[in-house]
T-cell receptor, first 118, second 114 residues
Framework: DTGVSQDPRHKITKRGQNVTFRCDPI?????LYWYRQTLGQGPEFLTY????????KSRLLSDRFSAERPKGSFSTLEIQRTEQGDSAMYLC????????????????FGEGSRLTVL | GESVGLHLPTLSVQEGDNSIINCAYS??????FIWYKQESGKGPQFIID?????DKRQGQRVTVLLNKTVKHLSLQIAATQPGDSAVYFC?????????????FGKGTRLSVIA
């Protein structure tokens, strides 16, 4: 399977614990995005990378959240001191941004990592 | 359409009928729009896109219409099938142009009655 893969698919944790999600994008894609989705809502943008550089962080990304993409390939999203309000589906997506050309803007999403904070 | 909390707008159609899903956008400077389909337990999947210099674009069984005057987008699905049951989202670039992260609407749930 050469699509976007996310791990773990499901995580149940107690309030106050730290959790980390991993995303492996499509190999030739230089952009990687993290979104959060709660029940009945559309995906909400959190942050994105071009190669290893983090280009933008949403105001939704509190200081308890940190994302990295150290080698420009896979990425991790860590949530420290989890709260019940962090319960959501965390979606990763990747795309190919080509300089000087209009890219389609199409994002390829993984299946998501569902977090439940008790 | 807009939704509050868990109450997604829902569209129920008979198998074989055509479906029309609507979306209003707010940024008149947006030059690119995408429709995504999300099946239960899966990530969103690209359906079709359209640039602002077009009014209509057709794909396989799907057509997207763009009305820039009223900032309205619609997705038409011809001969709706049970496999079309999903939540449909419209999305536009955060910064208005096609090279920035996408902002998603709240979605419409399509239920196909066999």
């Amino acid at each position: 399977d050469t699509g976007v893969s996310q791990d773990p698919r499901h995580k149940i944790t107690k309030r106050g614990q730290n959790v980390t999600f991993r995303c492996d994008p499509i190999s030739e894609h230089n952009r990687l995005y993290w979104y959060r989705q709660t029940l009945g809502q559309g995906p909400e943008f959190l942050t994105y990378f071009q190669n290893e550089a983090q280009l933008e962080k949403s105001r939704l990304l509190s200081d308890r959240f940190s994302a990295e993409r150290p080698k420009g390939s896979f990425s991790t999203l860590e949530i420290q001191r989890t709260e019940q309000g962090d319960s959501a589906m965390y979606l990763c997506a990747s795309s190919l941004a080509v300089l000087k050309l209009l890219n389609t803007g199409e994002l390829f999403f993984g299946e998501g990592s569902r977090l439940t904070v008790l | 359409g807009e939704s509050v909390g868990l109450h997604l707008p829902t569209l129920s159609v008979q198998e074989g009928d055509n479906s029309i899903i609507n979306c209003a956008y707010s940024n008149s400077a947006s030059d690119y729009f995408i429709w995504y389909k999300q099946e239960s337990g899966k990530g969103p999947q690209f359906i079709i896109d359209i640039r602002s210099n077009m009014d209509k674009r057709q794909g396989q069984r799907v057509t997207v219409l763009l009305n820039k005057t009223v900032k309205h987008l619609s997705l038409q699905i011809a001969a709706t099938q049970p496999g079309d049951s999903a939540v449909y989202f419209c999305a536009e670039p955060k910064g208005g142009s096609g090279n920035t992260p996408l902002v998603f609407g709240k979605g419409t749930r399509l239920s196909v009655i066999a």
